[in-house]
């Protein structure tokens, strides 16, 4: 029993050194400088988007205009590749009523995916907490998310 302990302490002990040694490489590899993410959104779209995550707290950044900079150098659109620091503010204060209106269908297909999950976990969690319940009740909590 002695020596199967010991051998399991020194495999232990190697395997930690190696996983440290890996995460060290990982964490100085530098990061592509040139990498944008894809947004299917324009640019007046995006701007509200991120108003509204902005404003209600979801990215919390207090100068407005370096929160678009940052943006606009990490983002780009289908049409545009650069997009403008300036561009992001002028339509993240000044959006049309179309720009809004797709924007607000993006975020109510992203709730109603949200409470599809929701609605579909109602009963495993019945299931793995051997609740008894019968079937109209199950329809009501459903319909309550």
Same mark, same amino acid.
């Not at 993240?92 to 720009?99: E, K, L």
């Given at each position: 029993?002695?020596?199967?302990? $010991?051998?399991?302490? #020194? +495999? =232990? ?13 990982? *964490? @100085? %590899? ?13 640019? $007046?779209?995006?701007? #509200? +988007? =991120? ?13 407005? *205009? @370096? %929160? ?19 561009? =992001? ?57």
């Amino acid at each position: 029993m002695s020596d199967w302990l $010991s051998e399991e302490i #020194i +495999f =232990l002990e190697k395997k930690y050194h190696y996983l440290k040694a890996a995460d060290d490489q990982i *964490r @100085e %590899l530098p990061l592509h400088n040139n990498f944008k993410a894809l947004t299917e959104l324009s640019v $007046s779209q995006f701007a #509200i +988007f =991120l108003r509204l995550v902005s404003e209600n707290g979801v990215i919390n950044h207090k100068n407005t *205009r @370096e %929160l678009l900079r940052f943006y606009s150098q990490h983002t780009q659109t289908r049409r545009v590749l650069n997009i403008s620091p300036d561009s =992001l503010y002028l339509n993240y204060y000044n959006a049309s009523d179309a720009d809004r209106q797709v924007v607000k269908s993006y975020i109510i297909k992203i709730l109603n995916q949200l409470n599809n999950k929701l609605i579909m976990l109602i009963p495993l969690f019945y299931y793995f907490f051997d609740l008894d319940i019968d079937l109209d009740s199950l329809l009501i909590l459903q319909n309550i998310f």
